[in-house]
């Protein structure tokens, strides 16, 4: 039964709170929805996020790939030939992470439908449920702890900060944070590239000093600059992990051969859909790395296929599905819906949507 027609809806989510990290402030999700239609009418969904200033995708530029090369590469072909279109998808363009996610995805969760089992099913798991930590946006160091507070009190255990905007006293937001979360919560850090090698290893040793107890720091300095990653490394007793400098497995093998991160973060969007990512997550496991799953800011669409591939992943802490938590609705009917800290996936075929939000 073939793909007849592959669908790219745009839709604009605004958030419920603004997301600040160290180079953006976000106030929606930008997105484009790809829908597959097989030839019985069922339809497969995946999402291609915008994120110009992460990975440099645009939304018009992933609707023009999906609904250009990737859908010539996919319209009349089997989803039972799982893995030999998805392998299509990562020859017929160069780059377009995003835009060949959403369509690995919808592909994936059309895959499962036609199978009759919910997406975590195809991917081997017996679990619809993933613990997922949640973001406290950069800000006033007030403001960061009253998050804290209300983050913690919805039953969060889970807390990943972003830091690096230099914009107040990291140490001071800190212990503001860690007195509001009390001592049991985790805190993770984010600085997404804000900091130098040498400001990293200074503010992180600062951290340590004041016995502020990080789970790990994620992305101290630049993508590109891994010799400064490997530094920060070698010189803090905090585990690093990376984020933006891995997208592909030839990044994460460098970053192995290095010594340059102890933890690396997979996310869909970067590496180009669940196919790549389950490379990823073999090379880690591998390699010794540790591996957490997170997304870019994006809907419940794409959420829902990271927190499916969660089930499986063998991450070595909560992993990071917290980006659709951020919004003020879903952009479609069905798929997963947060239980406290927990994100939970319909007991459905696929990724269980039924369609666009009226
Ligand atoms: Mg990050």
Request: aromatic letters at 2%; charged letters at 20%; a negative charge.
């Amino acid at each position: 039964m073939s793909i007849r027609e592959v669908r790219a809806h745009r839709v604009s989510v605004p958030l419920h709170t603004a997301f600040v990290t160290a180079i953006r402030t976000v106030h929606a999700v930008e997105s484009v929805l790809v829908e597959m239609v097989d030839a019985d009418g069922r339809s497969g969904w995946g999402e291609g996020p915008g994120t110009w200033k992460v990975t440099g995708d645009s939304v018009p530029g992933i609707e023009a790939a999906v609904t250009g090369p990737l859908q010539d590469a996919v319209l009349g072909r089997s989803p039972e030939d799982l893995a030999d279109v998805c392998a299509g998808i990562e020859r017929v363009i160069v780059g377009n992470t995003a835009a060949k996610s959403a369509v690995d995805c919808s592909l994936h969760d059309l895959a499962a439908q036609r199978l009759g089992v919910p997406l975590p099913r195809l991917l081997g798991s017996s679990s619809l449920r993933v613990a997922t930590d949640v973001t406290l946006a950069a800000g006033p160091a007030q403001d960061m702890a009253l998050a804290a507070t209300e983050r913690t009190a919805e039953g969060f255990a889970v807390l990943k900060i972003k830091l690096g905007d230099g914009t107040a006293d990291d140490v001071e937001r800190l212990r503001l944070i860690r007195a509001a979360a009390g001592p049991t919560a985790v805190l993770r850090v984010d600085a997404n590239q804000g900091w130098t090698p040498r400001q990293a290893v200074r503010a992180i040793r600062a951290m340590e000093d004041a016995g502020l107890d990080l789970e790990l720091v994620e992305q101290p300095v630049p993508a590109g600059d891994l010799d400064g990653l490997a530094f920060v490394t070698a010189h803090v007793s905090t585990p690093v992990m990376a984020d933006e400098s891995v997208w592909s497995a030839r990044d994460l093998l460098e970053i192995v051969r290095r010594r340059a991160a102890d933890l690396v973060n997979v996310k869909l969007a970067k590496c180009g859909g669940i196919g790549p990512a389950r490379q990823l997550l073999a090379v880690a496991h591998a390699a010794g790395t540790g591996v957490l799953l997170g997304s870019m800011m994006e809907t419940h669409v794409g959420v829902g296929a990271t927190a499916s591939l969660a089930t499986v992943a063998r991450s070595a802490g909560v992993d990071d599905l917290d980006a659709a938590w951020w919004l003020a609705a879903s952009p479609v009917e069905g798929g997963l819906r947060y239980d406290s800290a927990r994100v939970v996936l319909p007991d459905a075929p696929g990724l269980g949507i039924a369609g666009l939000a009226s």
